[in-house]
T-cell receptor, first 114, second 116 residues
C-alpha cells in the first residue's frame, strides 16, 4: 500500500487480557516508531526500530509492553495483562531513515480497556 | 531531552482569515528539525511543514509558513486564507538526531476550528 497501515482500527478488551497491535510501514522505510496518544499524557514516544532491532525502548511504560519487528517490515506491539490506564490511541510511524526525516503516520489503533 | 510548549489549547478563526499558532521548545541539540503536524478528526497525522534548524530562511508551503527564531527557540505556524479543511489539532514537534534516533517530541497540541 501507499501509506502506513495499522490493525485493528479499534480494539476493546477486558482488563487483564493481552492484546496485539499491528503496524505495516511504508515499503523500504527502515525506521519505525510507536507512539501513544492519551488524554492525560498527550503524545508520547514508546519505542523505535532500525531494521529489526530496537535501540531505544526508553518510552515503554512498563514491562507489560513489548514490541518486535520482523523482516524489516511489520511490527507488533504487545500489551500483556492490560490495565485501564493502557486505554489510548496507539500510533505507528515510519521513515526512510532515522534522523532528520519526515515520519509518515498510520491511522492508529484505539484501545479501550474495560 | 527536548520539551515543547504550545500555549494555546484552542484557537478559532473565520474562513479566509489568517491565524498563527505558537510553539516554544527547549533542546540541547545544535542541529535538529522542527515539524508541524495536523491531526483532523479522522485521527490521521499529516505533515504540514518542516524547518531545518541550520537554515535561516523560514519554510513556506502554500498557505502555511513558519516564523522560526532559533535563539528564542520559537517556531510558530501561520495559516493564511484559512479553509474549513484546516480544522484539526496541530502539533509542534522538534526532532533531534544522534542518540535520539529521530524520535519526535510533541507539544500538547492546539485545537484549531475554522468557522464558515
Amino acid at each position: 500500500g501507499a501509506g502506513v497501515s495499522q490493525s485493528p482500527s479499534n480494539k476493546v478488551t477486558e482488563k487483564g487480557k493481552d492484546v496485539e497491535l499491528r503496524c505495516d510501514p511504508i515499503s523500504g522505510h527502515t525506521a519505525l516508531y510507536w507512539y501513544r496518544q492519551s488524554l492525560g499524557q498527550g503524545l508520547e514516544f514508546l519505542i523505535y526500530f532500525q531494521g529489526n532491532s530496537a535501540p531505544d525502548k526508553s518510552g515503554l511504560p512498563s514491562d507489560r509492553f513489548s514490541a518486535e519487528r520482523t523482516g524489516g517490515s511489520v511490527s507488533t506491539l504487545t500489551i500483556q495483562r492490560t490495565q485501564q490506564e493502557d486505554s489510548a490511541v496507539y500510533l505507528c510511524a515510519s521513515s526512510r531513515r532515522t534522523s532528520y526525516n519526515e515520519q509518515f503516520f498510520g491511522p492508529g489503533t484505539r484501545l479501550t480497556v474495560l | 531531552a527536548q520539551t515543547v510548549t504550545q500555549s494555546q489549547p484552542e484557537m478559532s478563526v473565520q474562513e479566509a482569515e489568517t491565524v498563527t499558532l505558537s510553539c516554544t521548545y527547549d533542546t540541547s541539540e545544535n542541529n535538529y528539525y522542527l515539524f508541524w503536524y495536523k491531526q483532523p478528526p479522522s485521527r490521521q497525522m499529516i505533515l504540514v511543514i518542516r524547518q531545518e534548524a541550520y537554515k535561516q530562511q523560514n519554510a513556506t508551503e502554500n498557505r502555511f509558513s513558519v516564523n522560526f527564531q532559533k535563539a528564542a527557540k520559537s517556531f510558530s505556524l501561520k495559516i493564511s486564507d484559512s479553509q474549513l479543511g484546516d480544522t484539526a489539532m496541530y502539533f509542534c514537534a522538534p526532532q533531534a538526531g544522534g542518540t535520539s534516533y529521530g524520535k519526535l517530541t510533541f507539544g500538547q497540541g492546539t485545537i484549531l476550528t475554522v468557522h464558515p
